[in-house]
């Protein structure tokens, strides 16, 4: 299957703070990605739908000045937390979607504000 | 509302049992029904998947049925084994749109030895 890479896997930061997470389709052009949230035991929610060159689309409930992201090329796209706060603490997944329609998943981002 | 409902919410089964993992859908519009492993701290990775016009599809020890009058679908996994310890989503793909995925809330399986 496709590949998706996320990076990084892992990232403390500091209350206040702002973090990037990537998310790289390695051998195919992904024109969507999607961007979750997973709490501990649950289910993936789905935060928002990036299209390359243009702007995301945010569920409701989502805040688009703390989660902004970035779809600038057909491999590429990026998650930035504003103003982490502990609350933002959580698991991350990113998910890129071939000229096929099918979805593929990078490894996730624990992100730990402390 | 959830328009994936997953059953159960975990299992148990002893190694070589055939655990099933049954999800309904109420969205006729859904076009894709994947089934996705996740194992802890790790992204989802695509399992196996069928299109509704298909009544069972094998992948291996792998095996989805799917019964479109019904509008429910099912996991089942032969000679299973330690390694599929996991926690296992269904999720339905909406036939336009951005063809986002709607999840199940997920089944952890464990397989003991």
């Known amino acids: 299957g496709a590949v998706v890479s996320q990076h990084p896997s892992r990232v403390i930061c500091k209350s206040g703070t702002s973090v990037k997470i990537e998310c790289r389709s390695l051998?195919?052009?992904?024109?969507?990605m999607f961007w979750y949230r997973q709490f501990p035991k649950q289910s993936l929610m789905l935060m928002a739908t990036?299209?390359?060159?243009?702007?995301?689309?945010?569920e409701q409930g989502v805040e688009k000045d703390k989660f902004l992201i970035n779809h600038a090329s057909l491999t590429l796209s990026t998650l930035t937390v504003t103003s982490a706060h502990p609350e933002d603490s959580s698991f991350y997944i990113c998910?890129?979607?071939?000229?096929?329609?099918?979805?593929?998943f990078g490894q996730g981002t624990r992100l730990t504000v402390v | 509302q959830q328009q994936v409902k997953q059953s159960p919410q975990s299992l148990i089964v002893q190694k070589g049992g055939i655990p099933i993992i049954n999800c309904a859908y109420e969205?006729?519009?859904?076009?894709?029904f994947p089934w996705y492993q996740q194992f802890p701290g790790k992204g989802p990775a695509l399992l196996i998947a069928?299109?509704?016009?298909?009544s069972e599809k094998k992948e291996g020890r792998f095996t989805i049925s799917f019964n479109k009058s019904a509008k429910q679908f099912s996991l089942h996994i032969m000679d299973s084994q330690p390694g599929d310890s996991a926690t296992y989503f269904c999720?339905?793909?909406?036939?336009?749109?951005?063809?986002?995925?709607?999840f199940g809330k997920g089944t952890k399986l464990s397989v003991i030895p």
């Open positions: 998910s890129a979607r071939d000229r096929w329609l099918l979805a593929f």
């Open positions: 051998d195919f052009q992904a024109t969507t």
């Open positions: 990036s299209n390359e060159g243009s702007k995301a689309t945010y």
């Open positions: 969205n006729t519009a859904f076009d894709y």
């Open positions: 069928i299109r509704p016009d298909v």
């Open positions: 999720a339905a793909r909406s036939g336009a749109g951005s063809y986002q995925l709607t």
